[in-house]
Antibody, heavy 118, light 110 residues
Framework: EVHLVESGGGLEQPGGSLRLSCAAS????????MTWVRQAPGRGLEWVST??????STYYADSVKGRFSISRDNSKLSLQMNSLRAEDTALYYC?????????????WGQGTLVTVSS | QSVLTQPPSVSAAPGQKVSISCSGS????????VSWYQQLPGTAPKLLIY???ERPSEIPDRFSGSKSGTSATLGITGLQTGDEADYYC???????????FGPGTKVTVL
């Protein structure tokens, strides 16, 4: 059974940094691209970043480009978040991308909450 | 402002059908595949439809997807109280080089 478990969220001040992790199990991690999606309180879904199965290709939303960095290692997905802003406050989900040719996420974790506030 | 447009809410009685539209442009829906997600209150999103009209094996055939030009539609038949949720469409946008979600549609079962 596919399991994705996010961790690393918490309260951070504006301008600070956090590193999110997503532990994956139940599938061959190295065969799948992975994605981070966030959801601000009471708001809709916002795609954040995707990394290819090999890790060689990465994609970012304009809102986080230059501040966030996605990476992967073994069965763990990470999101390094720097220069945090209040508008980064959200529940961050990691998700699996099952297709090499189309974009969609078939399994999602339960999310980790990031709060950026002084 | 979302690149994709969805109605804020739709409602119908149990057993009835609802359709949720997702309107975009040539840079997203018209030339890329659309997916749909269901988010029950307090839970993570769940994939309902991928590649415009394909359902994961565990999703009942009450849920269907279609696409025409720059618009896509999610249909739900035999509406159940357990279908009360937020529904999001999504697609890759080739101009933005980004994946975009619609703002979401809240389905209410009357």
């Amino acid at each position: 059974e596919v399991h994705l478990v996010e961790s690393g969220g918490g309260l951070e001040q504006p301008g600070g940094s956090l590193r999110l992790s997503c532990a994956a199990s139940g599938f061959t991690f190295t065969n799948y691209a992975m994605t981070w999606v966030r959801q601000a309180p009471g708001r809709g879904l916002e795609w954040v970043s995707t990394i290819s199965a090999s890790g060689q290709s990465t994609y970012y939303a304009d809102s986080v480009k230059g501040r966030f960095s996605i990476s992967r290692d073994n069965s763990k997905l990470s999101l390094q978040m720097n220069s945090l802003r209040a508008e980064d406050t959200a529940l961050y989900y990691c998700a699996r991308e099952p297709s090499n040719s189309t974009w969609y996420s078939d399994y999602w974790g339960q999310g980790t909450l990031v709060t950026v506030s002084s | 402002q979302s690149v994709l447009t969805q109605p804020p809410s739709v409602s119908a009685a149990p057993g009835q059908k609802v359709s949720i539209s997702c309107s975009g442009s040539s840079s997203n829906i018209a030339n890329n595949y659309v997916s749909w997600y269901q988010q029950l209150p307090g839970t993570a999103p769940k994939l309902l439809i991928y590649d415009n009209n394909e359902r994961p094996s565990e999703i009942p055939d009450r849920f269907s997807g279609s696409k025409s030009g720059t618009s896509a539609t999610l249909g739900i038949t035999g509406l159940q109280t357990g279908d009360e949720a937020d529904y999001y469409c999504g697609a890759w946008d080739s101009s933005l080089s980004a994946y975009v979600f619609g703002p979401g549609t809240k389905v209410t079962v009357l």
